[in-house]
């Protein structure tokens, strides 16, 4: 707390009386990283013709990788290190953590089955399964980046989950050079708070 009163200029007393105590301000704070988190995905994942959804999923999974690749200091996401350290005994944690999987579940769910109905993807394939090894994949990439796995190989874990999208007619749906944004020095201009974290989440 004499950390939080010094970084904004306010005493504790005021902290205190605006958010009641430690665990209510984790709460907003979390909320609110939560929040970005999904708006983060909603950018990128914002729906529009069939023809581009595929290149909308290729979007979003390589700047996932790319903001863990650019993650030096390996500090992590404040919603897997909060989910991990405190969803067990905190059921607003649990309860926020889980309300943001499912709505980035449902964004990918979303752009799947549209790739579907262009043809990109197997119609066949359940698009929910699809989106959950995504979405899986997705907050792997940040997990095993905070680890020490090079840039490289987070990139690479991107390109090799989008390959074994299934393709009609029984090949993958991945098309790099079609659908793989250049790579550039810096990290695509999203909001910054889901990117940039605390060193712990308590």
Not at 45 to 58: C, F, I
């Amino acid at each position: 707390m004499d950390d939080i009163a010094q970084a904004t200029g306010l005493g504790k007393g005021s902290l205190y009386g605006a958010f009641g105590d430690k665990s209510k301000l984790f709460h907003r704070v979390f909320g609110d990283w939560c929040t970005a988190v999904v708006e983060v995905a909603e950018e990128r994942l914002a729906g529009g013709p069939d023809a581009e959804a595929l290149a909308r999923l290729s979007g979003y999974v390589h700047l996932m990788a790319e903001n863990a690749a650019s993650d030096t200091e390996r500090r992590g996401c404040l919603l897997a290190k909060g989910a991990a350290e405190l969803a067990q005994r905190d059921p607003t944690v649990a309860g926020r953590s889980a309300e943001t999987m499912t709505a980035l579940l449902t964004l990918l769910r979303t752009e799947i089955s549209a790739a579907q109905r262009h043809g990109d993807i197997d119609s066949a394939a359940d698009p929910e399964r699809l989106a959950a090894l995504l979405l899986t994949v997705v907050r792997g990439i940040e997990a095993v980046g905070k680890a020490g796995l090079d840039p490289e190989t987070l990139r690479n874990i991107a390109d090799t989950a989008l390959a074994v999208l299934p393709k009609p007619g029984g090949g993958n749906a991945s098309r790099p050079g079609a659908v793989r944004p250049a790579r550039t020095n810096s990290v695509p201009s999203v909001p910054s708070r889901p990117h940039d974290p605390p060193d712990s989440a308590q």
